[in-house]
């Protein structure tokens, strides 16, 4: 409902999720505080028997319709900026297979091709897309470079780095990141995760809490970025997050106080298969959106790639066959 979502600019999420629960309480309170009708003889004073939370709600509710329809109404289009976003939708079990590197790196180019006859300003591929470190391995870096050099297009990649080459130390750690490659085939920016996921990226408290291995069996060795990046392509600056991090509306708001004109959310759903998940986060992404007024392109290796208007309205999203959006490519 994007007239409500609108409210969201003012009062964040948690202004929405206030009017939705006192409007249930009002009903309720209503219900169970109904007046009964042998001692009301007329309706004057049944209307003076009407909880005062729900003439509150009601009205709340009136004024945050008003105000979205007054914005929306406003709503212009905006600078344009294209971007097309790669949905290579690579099975779970394949991705860090190393039998399967030159068939995901052929998917995910063949469909850059395809999308660069629409002439783009910038090409996204989800997170960890590549397969491989693309920081360090030189052959991988020049392979996407001529790519890039080859489209006459800017690619945003998703990629994890091995921090071995930072410092010795971090032998087995790793960064999950996205990098930006020019057109000329260098890399021009890159932003590490800095909002990890427990349990998936890392085990908390490893050194405090023996967890059972059940639990942490599939936990990663990743380390949390440090730098809050900003990527530059022609006249757009924009920030880029990855996977959750898009669902925290602080954490986003950074990137928008330090310039960032439009988002993207770089993500795997893979691993929730078809559950309800891919598209919760998917309404997180519009909230993000109408809470900042600004763009956001979703890029998911499987998932839901879409993009969202700065009002939180989604203009376009990847589907397939029979209009299916889940392990889909495109």
Known sequence: YPVLVQLCALTG??????????????????ILHRPN????????????RIPLSLVAAAALLLLTSLYGLAVLRRAGSGDGFSIALVQ??????????????????????????LAARQAPALIVWPETAVPGDLRHDQNLQRRLGRLAVETKTPLLVGAAENAKFTTKKLEDKFYNSVFLISTDGRVEGQYRKMLLVPFSEY????????WPKA???????????????????????????????????????EFVNRGARFLVVATNEAHFRETAAPYQLLA??????????????RSANTGISALIDPF?????????????DLFVEG
């Open 284 to 297: 997180m992404s519009v909230f993000r959106a109408a809470e900042n007024r600004i763009a956001i392109a």
């Open 88 to 113: 290579g939708n690579i099975p779970q079990e394949q991705k860090w297979d190393g039998r399967h590197r030159e068939a995901i790196l052929e998917r995910y180019a063949g469909l850059t091709r």
């Open 215 to 253: 639990i942490v069996s599939g936990a990663g060795d990743y380390l949390p970025g440090d730098r809050y990046t900003l990527f530059t392509v022609g006249p757009a600056t924009f920030g880029a997050v990855i996977c959750w991090e898009a669902i925290f509306p602080n954490f986003v708001r």
């Open 312 to 324: 939180g309205r989604i203009t376009h999203r990847l589907r397939g066959a029979a209009q299916k």
């Open 13 to 30: 999420g948690y202004g929405l999720s206030f009017l939705m629960v006192l409007a249930n309480v009002a009903i309720a309170d209503a």
């Open 203 to 210: 085990a908390p408290l490893r050194d405090l809490v023996t």
């Open 37 to 48: 009708a042998r001692f009301a003889p007329n309706g004057r004073s049944i209307l003076r």
